[in-house]
């Protein structure tokens, strides 16, 4: 069965504690995603990339980095975190940005900044 | 700007009726459109998507979605609800990006609350 592994499911971390959140995937897809989940918000896209090395802002870039070194694999950086970053915390890959599949999503990663 | 709207937070039913859930869209060109469905504590499943062809699309779990061009919608739609139905639906579409990269645009959800 096809997948994509979040880490962790719950952080805890105190404001300004640098968090890495890894996400691996094992469908050999090009794309890769991070987006934050909060309630009456839907979805909303921090960072992409469509291939190693490369890496796109989303719609909310702001407070976050990412890396992808290899292909399997995508980490989103929170730098210094802040109670705003509060959220749950999705990963999702694609086959190709070339054909109108959907996403796979893993099982999220929720963040509570005290 | 593509868009996706869910104009209900909750839709109540109860088993064994029907259900909707609905959702508009705002996509320039042809839409590539996706409802994915959350448990509790996971990630998104994939239901259903709409690409070209049938507007009658047919998913996972016994659902379908009926694409309108007219009414720009495509709503989510199942005969006969289940309570192992209750769940956050998500309605998502594909936006196309400079470099012919593309990005899905969620909804801001609809909880399904089925009742006994």
């Known amino acids: 069965d096809v997948k994509v592994t979040q880490s962790s499911r719950y952080l805890v971390k105190r404001t300004g504690e640098k968090v890495f959140l890894e996400c691996v995937q094992d469908?050999?897809?090009?794309?890769m995603f991070w987006y934050r989940q909060d309630p009456g918000l839907g979805l909303r896209l921090i960072y992409f990339?469509?291939?190693?090395?490369?890496?796109e802002k989303g719609d909310i870039p702001e407070g976050y980095s990412v890396s992808r070194e290899k292909k399997e694999r995508f980490s989103l950086i929170l730098e210094s975190t802040s109670t705003n970053q509060t959220s749950m915390y999705l990963c999702?890959?694609?086959?190709?940005?070339?054909?109108?599949?959907?996403?796979?999503f893993g099982s999220g990663t929720r963040l509570t900044v005290v | 700007a593509q868009s996706v709207a869910q104009p209900e937070d909750q839709v109540n039913v109860a088993e064994g009726n029907p259900l909707t859930v609905k959702c508009t869209y705002s996509?320039?060109?042809?839409?590539?459109l996706f409802w994915y469905v959350q448990y509790p504590n996971r990630g998104l499943q994939f239901l259903l998507k709409?690409?070209?062809?049938?507007?009658l699309v047919k998913g996972s779990y016994g659902f379908e979605a009926e694409f309108n061009k007219s009414q720009t919608s495509f709503h989510l739609k199942k005969p006969s609800a289940l309570v192992s139905d209750s769940a956050l639906y998500f309605c998502?579409?594909?936006?196309?990006?400079?470099?012919?990269?593309?990005?899905?645009?969620f909804g801001a959800g609809t909880r399904l609350a089925v009742h006994p």
């Open positions: 996509v320039s060109g042809n839409p590539y």
């Open positions: 998502a579409v594909r936006s196309v990006l400079s470099g012919g990269y593309n990005k899905l645009i």
């Open positions: 469908m050999d897809h090009e794309n």
């Open positions: 999702a890959s694609s086959l190709s940005h070339r054909t109108g599949g959907g996403y796979t």
């Open positions: 990339s469509y291939d190693v090395k490369m890496k």
């Open positions: 709409y690409i070209t062809g049938d507007n």
